[in-house]
C-alpha cells in the first residue's frame, strides 16, 4: 500500500513539475532582456489600429516576436525588416567566374529587393505611422525624400545601363535612403533592424550540379517566387541587367530549395526557358540540352 501510494505522489510530482517546466517554457523575455536589443513594442491599442485596417494587417513592416512557445510576446513595427540579409547595405565584392557562361556572378537581388522595399516604404510609412498618431511635418519631409528616391531607383533600374552601371548608380541612392528610414524610426519612436532573418542555408536544401550540352553562352536559373516578384515590379522579367534575381548556373555546388525557372541562351541564339523543382536532399544532376 506504502509502494503504491509512493508512486502515486511521484507520478503527480512529475505532472507537476512537467506543467511548471511548460509554462516557464512559455514564459516572455522582458523588455530588459537582451535577446531583445532594445524593441519598442506596440501597445495593444496601437496594435487594434493597424489590424482594423485591412491594407495594413500584412504589412510586412508590423512584425512579432515568439517567446519559447507558440504564443507571440510582442508585437512591434521594424522600418528596416530585412537589413541583417543585406537590404540597403551596399553590393559588396563579386564572386568568382564560372566555365558557363562569361558573366560575373553577382550577389542575387540585392536591386530587385531594394527597389521593393524602398517602395514598400513610400507606399507603407504613412498609414502606418499615421495610424499609429505619430506622423509629423518633419516625418512627412523625410518622407517626399524618399519618394524621390524611389522614382530614381526605378528610372535606373528600367534604364538601358548595363547591370554593373546600375548598381553602382543605386548604391549610394539606396544607402542614403536607409539613412532616411533610420530617422523616421527615430522620429516616430519605432524600430529600424531589430532582428533579422535570412533564407535557408546549404544544410537544407538540394545540391545541383548544370549539365548543359553544348556549352552555352548564358545559363542562369532564378526562384519561382522571386520570377514573379520581378514580374511584378519590371516589364521585362528575364532581362537580368533588369530582374537581378537571376543566379549563373555553376558547373557544380548549386544549393536550391524549391520552384525554379531557368533561361539558357546558346551561340547561335537558341534559347530554352522552363521550370525546375529542387525538394529533395540527395545531390542532383540536372541536364538541358539545346
Not at 50 to 74: E, F, Q, R, T, V
Not at 169 to 180: K, M, P, R, T
Request: overall charge negative; some cysteine; hydrophobic content about 35%.
Amino acid at each position: 500500500m506504502i509502494s503504491r501510494c509512493w508512486f502515486f505522489a511521484c507520478f503527480i510530482w512529475a505532472i507537476t513539475m512537467s506543467d511548471a517546466l511548460l509554462a516557464a517554457d512559455n514564459e516572455c523575455p522582458t523588455l530588459g532582456d537582451p535577446i531583445l536589443d532594445g524593441m519598442v513594442p506596440l501597445s495593444q491599442n496601437d496594435l487594434q489600429r493597424l489590424m482594423s485596417n485591412p491594407d495594413l494587417k500584412d504589412s510586412y513592416l508590423i512584425n512579432h516576436y515568439y517567446g519559447a512557445g507558440d504564443s507571440i510576446c510582442y508585437w512591434y513595427i521594424d522600418l528596416a525588416p530585412a537589413a541583417e540579409c543585406g537590404l540597403m547595405a551596399g553590393v559588396g565584392d563579386n564572386a568568382s567566374d564560372t566555365d558557363v557562361d562569361s558573366t560575373t556572378r553577382e550577389p542575387p537581388g540585392y536591386m530587385v529587393d531594394s527597389l521593393d522595399l524602398l517602395e514598400t516604404r513610400v507606399s507603407e510609412y504613412p498609414p502606418i505611422l499615421k495610424a499609429l498618431s505619430r506622423w509629423t511635418d518633419g516625418i512627412g519631409s523625410l518622407h517626399q525624400r524618399l519618394t524621390a528616391n524611389s522614382t530614381r531607383a526605378r528610372e535606373i533600374v528600367v534604364s538601358t545601363r548595363s547591370l554593373d552601371q546600375k548598381r553602382s548608380a543605386l548604391d549610394v541612392l539606396f544607402q542614403e535612403s536607409g539613412e532616411i528610414s533610420k530617422k523616421i524610426a527615430e522620429l516616430a519612436r519605432v524600430n529600424f533592424d531589430i532582428m533579422g532573418g535570412c533564407g535557408a542555408g546549404e544544410e537544407d536544401s538540394q545540391e545541383f550540379e548544370f549539365k548543359i550540352r553544348p556549352k552555352a553562352t548564358y545559363a542562369r536559373y532564378i526562384l519561382e517566387y522571386n520570377f514573379d516578384r520581378c514580374e511584378g515590379l519590371i516589364d521585362h522579367p528575364y532581362d537580368s541587367d533588369e530582374c537581378d534575381y537571376w543566379e549563373v548556373m555553376l558547373p557544380t555546388h548549386n544549393y536550391l530549395s524549391g520552384n525554379y525557372r531557368y533561361n539558357v541562351i546558346w551561340a547561335d541564339g537558341t534559347t530554352r526557358r522552363d521550370r525546375f523543382s529542387a525538394n529533395g536532399v540527395k545531390k542532383r544532376v540536372f541536364g538541358i540540352e539545346k
